[in-house]
């Protein structure tokens, strides 16, 4: 079976940094563009960063750009989004999601995606 691990979120005060990780069992994310998408509760699931298959060039929403970088380790098939800067407005729960050919952040171009993981920045 093909699935992703997402882990790393938690409880963070503004300004504070954290590191999520997606994990991929029974494939390869090499062979995948990434997507990170985050849902807070009452809005509409919204893209905020992506890697692509092939050069991995890297794609950041406006809200998240200089602050979020996203990256990959394939030794341990594993992409991370690194987290700085957090604004209230950052919490939501995270979804990483993988696509053989995703170039944008619909969520149809997307073929697996993992469970999330909550991250809360709050005084």
């Known amino acids: 079976q093909l699935q992703l691990v997402e882990s790393g979120g938690g409880l963070v005060q503004p300004g504070g940094s954290l590191r999520l990780s997606c994990a991929a069992s029974?494939?390869?994310?090499?062979?995948?563009?990434i997507g990170w998408f985050r849902q807070a509760p009452g809005k509409e699931r919204e893209g905020v960063s992506r890697?692509?298959?092939?050069?991995?060039?890297?794609y950041y929403s406006d809200s998240v750009k200089g602050r979020f970088t996203i990256s990959r380790d394939n030794a341990k098939n594993t992409v991370y989004l690194q987290m700085n800067s957090l604004k209230p407005e950052d919490t939501a729960v995270y979804y990483c999601?993988?696509?053989?050919?995703?170039?944008?952040?619909?969520?149809?171009?997307?073929?697996?995606w993992g469970q999330g993981t909550q991250v809360t920045v709050s005084s």
């Open positions: 999601a993988a696509g053989t050919t995703a170039w944008g952040m619909h969520e149809y171009e997307y073929d697996y």
């Open positions: 029974g494939f390869t994310l090499d062979y995948y563009a």
């Open positions: 890697i692509s298959v092939g050069h991995g060039s890297t």
